[in-house]
C-alpha cells in the first residue's frame, strides 16, 4: 500500500502533513514498525515562530558562551516541541496493549517533524485507525497492512 497522506490543522494555524506508512526495520525485534510523521508546512506562522526561535537560540547560545551551559538556563523549544505538540494520536487497541509507542518532535529549526513509531511485536495482524486530532481537528488512517 502506497503511504497515506493528509493536511492536520492546529489550533496556532499551523498545517501539518501527516504520512502513515509501514517500516521494515531492524531497531525492533520485530523488523517491522507503523510509522506516523507529521510535518509543518511552511507557512507565514511557521516563518513567524522560527524568527523568535532565531534570536531566542542566539541569545542561549551567547549566554552558554559567557557562564557556561550549566548556567544559561534552559535552551528555546523548537517549533516541533511548541506548535505540534497538540497532535494527539490513538492507535488500535492491539497496537496499544502489544506494540511499543516511540515519539519525538525536532527538525532543522525551519522544518518542523514530529513522529510516532510503533514496534510491531507480538501482533501477528494489524486492523483499524488511527485516530489524529488536535484542539481544532481530526483525522482517521487506516493502518497500512502488509
Not at 514530529?114 to 483525522?139: K, N
Given at each position: 500500500?502506497a503511504n497515506d497522506k493528509?493536511?492536520?490543522?492546529?489550533?496556532?494555524?499551523?498545517?501539518?502533513?501527516?504520512?502513515?506508512?509501514?517500516?521494515?526495520?531492524?531497531?525492533?525485534?520485530?523488523?517491522?514498525?507503523?510509522?506516523?510523521?507529521?510535518?509543518?508546512?511552511?507557512?507565514?506562522?511557521?516563518?513567524?515562530?522560527?524568527?523568535?526561535?532565531?534570536?531566542?537560540?542566539?541569545?542561549?547560545?551567547?549566554?552558554?558562551?559567557?557562564?557556561?551551559?550549566?548556567?544559561?538556563?534552559?535552551?528555546?523549544?523548537?517549533?516541533?516541541?511548541?506548535?505540534?505538540?497538540?497532535?494527539?494520536?490513538?492507535?488500535?487497541?492491539?497496537?496499544?496493549?502489544?506494540?511499543?509507542?516511540?515519539?519525538?518532535?525536532?527538525?532543522?529549526?525551519?522544518?518542523?517533524?514530529?513522529?510516532?513509531?510503533?514496534?510491531?511485536?507480538?501482533?501477528e495482524s494489524i486492523d483499524?485507525?488511527?485516530?489524529?486530532?488536535?484542539?481544532?481537528?481530526?483525522?482517521?488512517?487506516?493502518?497500512?497492512?502488509?
Amino acid at each position: 500500500m502506497a503511504n497515506d497522506k493528509t493536511i492536520l490543522k492546529t489550533s496556532a494555524g499551523v498545517e501539518a502533513l501527516l504520512t502513515l506508512f509501514r517500516s521494515e526495520t531492524t531497531l525492533f525485534p520485530s523488523n517491522t514498525a507503523i510509522v506516523l510523521e507529521a510535518t509543518a508546512i511552511p507557512s507565514a506562522a511557521t516563518g513567524q515562530f522560527d524568527a523568535v526561535y532565531g534570536r531566542a537560540l542566539k541569545r542561549y547560545l551567547d549566554a552558554a558562551a559567557r557562564t557556561g551551559i550549566r548556567y544559561a538556563g534552559a535552551p528555546p523549544l523548537s517549533g516541533a516541541q511548541v506548535m505540534l505538540a497538540e497532535i494527539r494520536v490513538t492507535p488500535p487497541r492491539a497496537m496499544r496493549t502489544i506494540g511499543r509507542e516511540i515519539q519525538g518532535k525536532g527538525g532543522t529549526g525551519t522544518e518542523w517533524v514530529a513522529r510516532w513509531t510503533w514496534d510491531l511485536a507480538g501482533i501477528e495482524s494489524i486492523d483499524g485507525e488511527l485516530l489524529i486530532q488536535t484542539a481544532v481537528d481530526a483525522i482517521t488512517l487506516p493502518v497500512p497492512r502488509r
